[in-house]
């Protein structure tokens, strides 16, 4: 029986942001930090919703500035869990476990792409690279959701 993978702590903003990831971040550390949670989200790792810093945040937190406790943050959070929630027919308030997140991204990028789940980008820095990764079909995302077999 395979070990069970730890829930990976998110802030509802963030399952947005997995979604257009491509590499791009604020700092080495924080690209490498994410990388690692993408890969555990490609392995199937189940997410804990939290309210406010989650392991995204992490290596930002000791910086000058970080945004990851503002009130424009935490309304993000709160616009993206009610429009996933209705993606992921699940209320996602804090303490929530997503088990199979990585098997819901492809109906999650097609609902981002169809701007049902847009309305938390409101004013991101990183709403332009976002346009740009669903115009070119999530081209080089780093979430890849497994093949499934053909039969």
């Given at each position: 029986?395979?070990?069970?993978?730890?829930?990976?702590?998110?802030?509802p903003h963030h399952l947005l942001c997995s979604l257009t990831y491509c590499g791009k971040?604020?700092?080495?550390?924080?690209?490498?930090?994410?990388?690692?949670?993408?890969?555990?989200?490609?392995?199937?790792?189940?997410?804990?919703?939290?309210?406010?810093?989650?392991?995204?945040?992490?290596?930002?937190?000791?910086?000058?500035?970080?945004?990851?406790?503002?009130?424009?943050?935490?309304?993000?959070?709160?616009?993206?869990?009610?429009?996933?929630?209705?993606?992921?027919?699940?209320?996602?308030?804090?303490?929530?476990?997503?088990?199979?997140?990585?098997?819901?991204?492809?109906?999650?990028?097609?609902?981002?792409?169809?701007?049902?789940?847009?309305?938390?980008?409101?004013?991101?820095?990183?709403?332009?690279?976002?346009?740009?990764?669903?115009?070119?079909?999530?081209?080089?995302?780093?979430?890849?959701?497994?093949?499934?077999?053909?039969?």
């Amino acid at each position: 029986m395979p070990a069970t993978l730890p829930a990976i702590p998110m802030r509802p903003h963030h399952l947005l942001c997995s979604l257009t990831y491509c590499g791009k971040g604020y700092s080495a550390d924080f690209v490498a930090g994410y990388d690692q949670v993408i890969e555990s989200l490609a392995a199937g790792a189940p997410v804990r919703i939290v309210e406010g810093p989650d392991a995204i945040c992490a290596p930002r937190l000791g910086e000058p500035g970080c945004h990851c406790h503002e009130a424009r943050i935490a309304w993000r959070d709160r616009q993206a869990a009610a429009d996933l929630a209705l993606c992921l027919d699940s209320n996602l308030k804090p303490g929530t476990e997503i088990a199979g997140l990585i098997a819901w991204v492809p109906a999650l990028r097609a609902a981002f792409a169809g701007g049902m789940l847009r309305k938390a980008c409101s004013g991101c820095a990183w709403h332009d690279l976002c346009d740009h990764v669903v115009q070119t079909g999530f081209a080089g995302t780093r979430l890849v959701p497994p093949r499934t077999s053909v039969s």
